[in-house]
């Protein structure tokens, strides 16, 4: 079992900057592929951002070029800097794993851009 926990989340103006962890707890081992997504009210959750256990990241169109992700391959935490954030980046941010076919989520942080 693997344990997600994201924080970092809050209420940030437009232009601005943020970071967001996800901390993985249980068995880590074996953890492959991690990524962030997003659910905006009313909306789909969406795919922002990939990093396979080989290191290789892939984007969301939408956040290409301001959002990059990262992780400590130590401990699998994986992080989401986010820069020149816009409105239309308001939304529940959730983390995920796979491991050996099983998907973990964690329980997502909020994260609205507004002035």
């Known amino acids: 079992q693997v344990q997600l926990v994201e924080s970092g989340g809050g209420l940030v103006q437009p232009g601005g900057s943020l970071t967001l962890s996800c901390a993985a707890s249980g068995i880590i081992s074996g953890i492959n592929t991690q990524r962030w997504y997003r659910q905006a009210p009313g909306k789909q959750r969406e795919l922002v951002a990939t990093?396979?256990?080989?290191?290789?990241?892939n984007y969301a169109n939408s956040v290409k070029g301001r959002f990059t992700i990262s992780r400590n391959t130590g401990n699998m935490t994986v992080y989401l800097q986010m820069t020149k954030l816009i409105p239309e980046d308001t939304a529940v941010y959730y983390c995920?794993?796979?491991?050996?076919?099983?998907?973990?989520w964690g329980q997502g942080t909020q994260v609205t851009v507004s002035s």
């Open positions: 990093i396979t256990n080989f290191g290789s990241t």
């Open positions: 995920y794993a796979a491991r050996y076919g099983y998907d973990y």
